[in-house]
């Protein structure tokens, strides 16, 4: 009896420790989440958060030309994904995600006791919700403080947001490897494609990744990221998500892993970087909140982390063409200018380390790309060169003819050819080279031979066989080319420089140089509206002015330091002769002038000195040939257009720049001016700028000392302007004038996007009358005779400003 009762008394006390322990075990706990609970991050932070998204900027036919972000992300919402990615990462990462309140017991328990076991934190059994907690609100500590605060989050952000929200959140948050932040993202990075078109098989490739995406990057680790895909796999499996007969399937599919372009490349950077530019610059603190955008971001904050639709006017086929043929151009200028030596100079030892380190193929070489080459022997008549990995080539004394020293003073039409490959390079000498076109023989149509030369092909070249090469060199010479479509102001094409990697400086838009003569069809465009004809009579003679303020005397000259006499206007502009354009525009006035470079749209500050009518103020290529838009349609003036549209994700419009005209000169005005300046290019100084079988018209444009060399060429639907010159101001080499250096590269670039706009000629509007193939205004008469501009009398006063003379004694 006494035994059982001291048994039931035990049960007792048991019982009672039990519940004293659980209660107090209960209020420690208790006790716990309120003490972690006290200084948890404000939820509303997940509410508020605005996922930084890639802005993508487009080319006008829609292509990508070019992404901004700091993280590589696009957002989209769950039916905008493949149905297998979100099962994919709930089978690998939480499968009860449907099911538990922001937290697994079962989950969390399993992996403190594998912890307990390892004597470490290893693994950490979070959910889904808990690891979107950790990302977006808490560190990365590993502590069970943190755990409990991760905990106490996940259950209040289910309370608040449904499941679909938080899977949404987490699927575009999460990172995914090779800077791709979500399953959009992750797609094009490592498939090529968009999130919705991802296979199963694609799916658990993608799913496997945030465990540890280096470790199991597919480009770095295809076999680790294999072996990921298929536990992935095995689950939707073992959870009966998939078949047998999927799983099977998926697991045979091969894996491609490529990605999607991010972009163009090449020449069409200088346009993406002129975008991204004015995009900085236009969302400013003050313009976003104009336009009611809630945002703490601005400038290149907002632009690469907002996730904009920029869409531009850029043509891929005119911004590549014009990078091919600005490239042409400057590499045969610099080879007319001479040769400075070879890259560098290695001695025996780091020759061998040139050819160990060398990856050289022939497919280098293809497309007409240059590589590096190692100097191994020098004979009178060619040059052979190691290329690496057992390949070498040669390099016959003509292909290299142009290497002579520089001297800026001579021509190099009077210039020796180099005879000797002595004279050039020495063994060690480190040197560019282009692999040289084969020579064919083919019959004519007449039955004739005729050789051609066809393209390196690097397929047919066998280890061991000697490829022919060019010598080559990276010029210093700068230059830009921009193209606008007058009928809209769509800038097509935009180059800034040689090659974008060595600059970003874009001098088509920020360069601001003289245009030497390109300015004058505004002096004789300012004339035609003063009294003038295209067959009005000007005096090409020694011209002095002296400065009633300061007695200076000022004496221009044409390029060619001789003088023709009495010559008609068209005959002037066309030959380009100096006096001849000082006299008109100091006849109709310089004021004239200015307003009608106004008129056109160039943004300089013009002072009221003669020496501007030879173009002596600075101006961007881009604007000069926005003011040759007028000529080309019937003398309306536009504004350029690079960005179109700028759209936010939810496709709300922030900026558009619509098509905008002015009047900037009568259509009469504007005919004339077309057929003097197709006289420019048929007989005038810009004939290397003639396309057979094509209305061009333009006027070449070249400063003193040859510092700068300027072409400006147009048609009724496009207008090209061409500028060539050095960054430090310094001479193109004698004989180096527009018509020679700039009108060639115009040439280049139109010639192969001519195809795509019409043959039409220039309008003849309402008023003109033809005679001897010169027009004529209705109104004035053919002759000449009452608009003859004899000059005026030497030292005759003209309007002058601050600084004029300054000005006047730089350019001349």
Known sequence: MKIRLSLKKCALWLMGIIIVCGLLGSGAVVMLFYWASRDLPDLNRI?????PQATVVLARDGSTLGTLYHEKRFVIGLKDMSRYLPMAFLAAEDDSFYHH?????????????????KGRQGEGGSTITQQLIKQLLLTSERSYTRKMKEAILAYKLEKNFTKDQILTIYLNQIYLGEHAFGVEAAARTYFGKHASDITLAESAVIAGLP????????????????????????????LKWITQEQYDQAIKEP??????????????????EEARRLLIEFFTEANLKALGVDTTKYGADYVYEAGLTVRTAMDPTNQAAAGAALRRGLEELDKRQGWRGPVEHLDPAEQKDFLVKSTFSPLDLAGDDWVKALVTAVDAKDVTVALGRGYSGVIPVVAMSWARKPNAKVAAANAPSVKDAHRVVVPGDVIWVSAEGATVTETGAKGRKEQKTVPFDPTTVKKGAVIPLRLQQEPLVQGAIASVEPQTGDVVALIGGYQFGDSHFNRATQARRQPGSSFKPVVYSTALDHGFTSASMVLDAPFVYVNPYTNEVWRPSNYEHNYKGELPLHTA????????????????GIANVVQRAKELGL?????????????????????????????????????PRI?????????RVLYQQNVEHWQAISPQNAYIMDTLLKEVVNA??????????????????????????????????????????????????????GGRTAAPIFRYYRSKVEDRYPKDDFTMPEGIVMSDGLAFKADQPIQGASATAQGAPEGAPVDTSEGGEDLMRQMF
């Open 211 to 238: 465990k540890a995406p280096s470790s199991y990057n597919p480009f770095r680790r295809p076999e680790e990221a294999k072996t990921r895909q298929m536990y992935v796999l095995g689950r939707l499996r073992d």
């Open 643 to 651: 960005i179109t549209s700028i759209t936010d994700p939810k496709g």
């Open 573 to 588: 502009l066309a030959l380009s002769r100096n006096t001849c354009t000082v006299r008109v525009a100091q006849q109709v």
């Open 255 to 272: 894996l491609v892993y490529w990605s999607m372009p991010e972009g163009m490349g090449g020449a069409a950077q200088w346009y993406l």
């Open 603 to 639: 943004e300089p500050h013009f002072p009221q000195e003669l020496a501007i009518s030879l173009g002596a103020v600075a101006v961007s290529p881009l604007n000069l040939t926005q003011a040759y838009a007028a000529f080309a349609n019937q003398g309306l003036g536009v504004r």
């Open 101 to 117: 309140m922001g937290i697994d017991p079962v989950a969390i328990m399993r992996a403190a006791i594998n912890n307990f076991r």
């Open 684 to 737: 005038g100084t810009g004939v290397r700028a003639k396309i057979e079988g094509r209305i061009i018209a333009g006027k070449t444009g070249t400063t003193n000392d040859e510092h700068d060399a300027w072409f400006m060429g147009f048609s009724p639907y496009l207008v090209t302007g061409v500028y060539v010159g050095y960054d430090q101001v310094q001479s193109l080499g004698r004989l180096e004038q």
């Open 47 to 51: 509410a508020d958060y605005k996922q």
